[in-house]
């Protein structure tokens, strides 16, 4: 495969290559990264011997300059507003009382008041807590507390360390996705310049947790994905002439060996469940996913029946690297639950076994205790269907249909910001929307991938709609229970990749006229711009600035979202 611009997509965008390239097997199971062409490095004064040195800084130059923007837009100011807000009431104090003691902690209603008065003079709880999501995110949480004491910056310093992170993550995973650092570092770009993940980032819930995870399991994947093709590559016979060539028996009998990243996979996708339970159906659509791509591996190896090899060769080795794995981090989460006492005194429903007595038996009584717990929590969350103002319905979120607000006052004038001048109150909102311009593109852009996915057998589209999917789809079978639009962050990172690819198709095939090159450079620079225009302009509702009324209003671009 010739690749020869930064932007370029592999082929079919590309002029078919020569048979020279098409016919080694390495290059098209382990692509080659594209390169700046020539042209740009004359046109920057360096020199071509520094070229290839430029090109490996840029790698993680540019991931970990774009990691810093999005880490200052992230901290700017994160004690701010300095209150409990929306569900920071739940989170912020389960992490508090986990942290401290291992479990949650039953908080008095009124309570939250105290906490940002007097922190220090807020004693815990004595009573257990119920709740109905797994420990992880609360932990996660709890460490920045931990370090930096119970108040708004120590609640929400991890998940905008978390936040930042991602984007840093999302810029490498593009970069691999799309054999592109130029594509790479726009998707992560794009992630940094949303409104609603950096609402998450800057807010202690646990849905930014469960997204980062989520992602760094997708990241994980594809590096196995490389290494085991890369790996299959080694074992093909090369020819007289210098090509690699399949072969069916070494494309149906090879043992793809030991593969950590699989296993990474599976911890960090133990996490996520742990975090919230909808990481478990991402564990059903990525295992799925990491065995598809095995069979279209020994299909190109040579493989006369890739599925059946990779039934006999990898699926075992596949559930056995993420399943048991995934839920062993799953049990391990509760640890600070299971070591509590069971005399009632410890965590919620811990003494639940030793209440029903029933004499020795082999499931461990803490077992039996956070099976019954489970269940308890499963009946909760399948039944919730009391309404809420800031509710949505699934089918809506990509339109932006209802942002949630998490935090809303109405400055008066003269005070806390607002100017004296104004003849009436001002506005002070904190609003998980996504930026509008860049979601609305990538409705656009799903359907681009879809395309190239259903169409043109693009793995790419079909990976990054694999991650849409699994963070997306299982809401649609909640119709009647109480969901929220905020739990989009989990999916976001894939909206931006499919944007990134679309632009990517937008610049130009390699071998297209300077004409068509400038056109789709010119049209592609102004969608980012205006993105990023889009994502200013919204920067004091996704802040909490205080802002006249009328400003405010301005921003209100729909009904729906006040």
Request: hydrophobic residues 50%.
């Amino acid at each position: 495969m010739t690749v020869t611009s930064t932007v370029t997509l592999p082929p079919p965008h590309a002029p078919r290559p020569t048979a020279d390239v098409r016919d080694d097997v390495t290059a098209r199971l382990v692509p080659p990264y594209a390169k700046p062409s020539a042209n740009l490095w004359t046109a920057l004064g360096v020199p071509a011997a520094a070229a290839a040195t430029v090109n490996r800084i840029l790698a993680w130059a540019g991931p970990l300059l774009v990691a810093l923007v999005a880490g200052i837009l992230r901290f700017w100011h994160l004690g701010s507003p300095k209150a409990v807000i929306f569900d920071e009431t739940y989170y912020a104090k389960d992490a508090w009382a986990t942290i401290q003691r291992g479990y949650e902690a039953s908080w008095p209603k009124d309570i939250d008041g105290s906490i940002i008065a007097n922190p220090n003079g807020v004693g815990l709880p004595v009573d257990p807590g119920y709740v109905v999501h797994p420990p992880v995110g609360k932990w996660v949480i709890g460490l920045g507390e931990w370090m930096f004491g119970f108040t708004p910056f120590g609640w929400r310093f991890m998940t905008a360390v978390l936040g930042t992170l991602s984007v840093l993550m999302l810029c490498r995973i593009g970069r691999r996705l799309f054999r592109s650092t130029f594509l790479g570092c726009l998707a992560g770009a794009l992630l940094a310049v949303d409104g609603l993940h950096l609402v998450m980032s800057r807010t202690a819930l646990l849905d930014l947790v469960l997204m980062f995870f989520v992602l760094a399991a997708f990241g994980a994947l594809l590096i196995d994905r490389d290494r085991a093709r890369a790996r299959l590559a080694a074992a093909l016979p090369v020819g007289d002439e210098g090509r690699t060539r399949p072969d069916v028996t070494v494309a149906e009998t090879l043992r793809l060996g030991w593969r950590p990243y699989r296993i990474l996979a599976g911890v960090c996708l133990g996490l996520a469940f742990g975090t919230k339970w909808n990481g478990l159906v991402v564990l059903a659509f990525f295992g799925i996913l990491t065995v598809l791509w095995d069979a279209g591996a020994r299909r190109t190896a040579g493989a006369g029946a890739p599925y059946a090899a990779m039934l006999r060769r990898d699926a075992v080795p596949a559930f056995v690297s993420t399943v048991p794995v995934a839920i062993a981090v799953y049990v391990a989460s509760w640890t600070g639950w299971i070591l509590s006492p069971d005399d009632g005194k410890g965590g919620y429903f811990r003494d639940w076994a030793a209440k029903q007595g029933g004499g020795p038996s082999v499931v461990p009584e803490w077992l039996r205790s956070l099976w019954h717990y489970e269940t308890e929590v499963y009946t909760f969350h399948v039944g919730l269907t009391s309404g809420h103002t800031y509710e949505s319905n699934p089918w809506s979120w990509l339109v932006l249909g209802r942002p949630v607000s998490y935090f809303y006052e109405s400055p008066a004038p003269g005070t806390d910001g607002c100017p004296a001048t104004e003849a009436g109150k001002c506005a002070r909102e904190v609003l998980a929307l996504g930026t509008p311009l860049l979601w609305w593109t990538a409705c656009f852009a799903v359907l681009y991938a879809l395309y190239r996915w259903a169409l043109r057998r693009d793995w790419r589209a079909g990976a990054l709609l694999c991650g849409l999917a699994a963070g997306y789809l299982p809401w649609f079978n909640y119709q009647e229970r109480t969901i929220f639009y905020f739990y989009a962050v989990v999916f976001v990172p894939y909206l931006c990749l499919a944007v990134a690819m679309m632009i990517g198709a937008m610049l130009g095939p390699a071998g297209s006229s300077e004409r068509r090159r400038a056109i789709g450079a010119i049209g592609t620079g102004v969608l980012v711009l205006l993105i990023v225009w889009n994502f200013i302009y919204f920067w004091p509702v996704y802040t909490g600035q205080t802002l006249p009324m009328d400003s405010w209003r301005n921003r209100m671009w729909l009904d729906t979202w006040i």
